[in-house]
């Protein structure tokens, strides 16, 4: 799913992703009729594309009718399947195209620790790891609800596994589903909501509804801060 230089729109299954890239390639073979020649119009080897085909094959089943051509790379032509996966995908990326700016949790807080690039910053929420400015103290820390996973607690990475990803409790208060992505938001707080942006899928597969406890995590790397005024 990528609509932006900063998120990488991608539909996953059995721990393979169809991305941007994946996408470019399928929809070159649609257009060429050829796996070879999809390859070629993209300046990528055939091997690899060849690969990367098999690979997405075997997650998300077939893919590419190689049946009208032979094993140098000959005529194939995109299954009803690889179509409807296409589909999928666009529906995602258009979505996500129409929230996804407006979509983050803002909170105000102040620096405590720096660690080059990284600051530990603490706001009402407890602490965050942010790509932090330097020589600012005061700060506005802006989380994206595309960069939060959610998952419930048993399933979540444990307390302290790595300082470069941020870790919230929390409770799901709200649930508001569009066609293929839903916002979430998880109270991590009482007075405070994080937004999360996710797919339909995953609120069906985690069961996510009000008052299901999960944990959220972000990437520190994903977390900016920006500079503020003092009060």
Request: proline residues 4%; contains cysteine.
């Amino acid at each position: 799913m990528d609509v932006s230089p900063d998120f990488d729109v991608q539909l996953g299954r059995d721990g393979i992703a169809l991305t941007v890239r994946d996408r470019e390639l399928l929809a070159a073979i649609d257009e060429a009729g050829s796996l070879n020649a999809a390859a070629d119009s993209l300046g990528r080897s055939y091997a690899h594309a060849q690969r990367r085909v098999v690979e997405l094959e075997d997650a998300f089943g077939s893919l590419v009718d190689r049946s009208r051509g032979g094993g140098g790379g000959g005529g194939s032509e995109l299954t009803d399947r690889a179509r409807e996966l296409l589909a999928t995908f666009d529906r995602v990326r258009a979505e996500f195209a129409g929230v996804a700016e407006a979509d983050e949790t803002v909170l105000t807080g102040r620096v405590v620790e720096r660690d080059g690039e990284l600051a530990t910053v603490e706001t009402e929420a407890g602490r965050i790891r942010a790509v932090t400015p330097p020589d600012c103290t005061a700060v506005v820390v802006t989380i994206r609800a595309d960069a939060v996973t959610l998952n419930r607690p048993a399933d979540a990475p444990e307390p302290g596994g790595t300082s470069a990803r941020n870790r919230f409790e929390g409770e799901v208060v709200g649930v508001d589903r569009g066609e293929t992505l839903a916002r979430v938001s998880v109270a991590v707080d009482p007075d405070l909501p994080l937004a999360a942006l996710v797919t339909v899928e995953s609120v069906e597969r985690l069961g996510l509804a009000a008052g299901t406890p999960v944990v959220a995590t972000f990437k520190a790397t994903a977390t900016r801060a920006v500079a503020r005024a003092e009060s």
